[in-house]
């Protein structure tokens, strides 16, 4: 039994430098990844689509390849792009797209911000997630989507955990089975609690974005 410390080990420290059967197998996906991204063939597209859909899951302004799995990953539905975050980040692999190429959700206004980055910085793992599927039920991903057009209120459907009457959906959501009694309870104290007036920041003087169409 040759020791692993050994066989895997850097050749500058000793040892043979063969790579493990997992960073080889890490280095196979990421070189699919990437070729069929760059040809954007058949496969290309779905992988692209897999991954602005993880992008939407986890609602946030920041390309998930850069964000460290373990705080984020649960967020997301378990796909093959998932796992190769999960690999990457283990193995602090940094993945970026060329300018442009990774779909972000845009901001609307500019002082919007993204609601899952509020929930993480006051919410445990298990009431994230719980929030995160009220979220992705009612297909919201920034504060604005929370108002109602003059941003003096939230709206009232989305308080009580139905999609708001009158909107088109932005994006193509996928479907989610609705959330439980306690996700609404969890849902409404959210938002008495981080948005106690009620009122939009800066509604009455908000800039709205130029959005891409």
Same mark, same amino acid.
């Given at each position: 039994?040759?020791?692993?410390?050994?066989?895997?080990?850097?050749?500058?420290?000793? @040892?043979? @430098?063969?790579?493990?059967? +997992? !960073? &080889?197998?890490?280095?196979?996906?990421?070189?699919?990844?990437?070729?069929?991204?760059?040809?954007?063939?058949?496969?290309?597209?779905?992988?692209?689509?897999?991954?602005?859909?993880?992008?939407?899951?986890? @609602?946030?302004?920041?390309?998930?390849?850069?964000?460290?799995?373990?705080?984020?990953?649960?967020?997301?539905?378990?796909? +093959?792009?998932?796992?190769?975050?999960?690999?990457?980040?283990? !193995?602090?692999?940094?993945?970026?797209?060329? !300018?442009? !190429?990774?779909?972000?959700?845009?901001? #609307?206004?500019?002082?919007?911000?993204?609601?899952?980055?509020?929930?993480?910085?006051?919410?445990?793992?298990?009431?994230?997630?719980? /929030?995160?599927?009220?979220?992705?039920? /009612? #297909?919201?991903?920034?504060?604005?989507?929370?108002? /109602?057009?003059? @941003?003096?209120?939230?709206?009232?459907?989305?308080?009580?955990?139905?999609?708001?009457?009158?909107?088109?959906? #932005?994006?193509?959501?996928?479907?989610?089975?609705?959330?439980?009694?306690?996700?609404?309870?969890? +849902?409404?104290?959210?938002?008495?609690? &981080?948005?106690?007036?009620?009122?939009?920041?800066?509604?009455? &003087?908000?800039?709205?974005?130029?959005?891409?169409?």
């Amino acid at each position: 039994h040759f020791p692993r410390a050994l066989l895997h080990g850097s050749v500058a420290l000793g @040892g043979v @430098g063969i790579p493990t059967l +997992w !960073a &080889e197998t890490l280095a196979d996906k990421l070189s699919y990844f990437v070729y069929h991204m760059r040809v954007a063939d058949d496969v290309g597209q779905q992988l692209k689509v897999s991954t602005a859909i993880t992008q939407l899951e986890l @609602g946030v302004g920041t390309p998930f390849f850069q964000l460290p799995y373990d705080t984020w990953g649960h967020l997301s539905t378990l796909s +093959w792009v998932r796992h190769l975050w999960q690999s990457c980040s283990r !193995a602090n692999v940094d993945v970026q797209a060329a !300018a442009g !190429a990774h779909w972000i959700p845009p901001l #609307q206004t500019e002082s919007d911000l993204y609601i899952m980055e509020l929930v993480m910085k006051r919410f445990s793992r298990k009431a994230s997630i719980k /929030l995160n599927h009220c979220r992705r039920y /009612l #297909q919201l991903v920034t504060v604005s989507d929370l108002y /109602l057009h003059d @941003g003096r209120c939230i709206h009232p459907d989305l308080y009580r955990g139905k999609p708001a009457s009158g909107r088109l959906p #932005q994006y193509a959501w996928p479907d989610i089975s609705p959330p439980s009694k306690s996700c609404w309870t969890l +849902w409404k104290q959210f938002l008495r609690s &981080e948005f106690v007036t009620s009122k939009h920041i800066n509604a009455a &003087e908000d800039v709205w974005c130029a959005l891409p169409t």
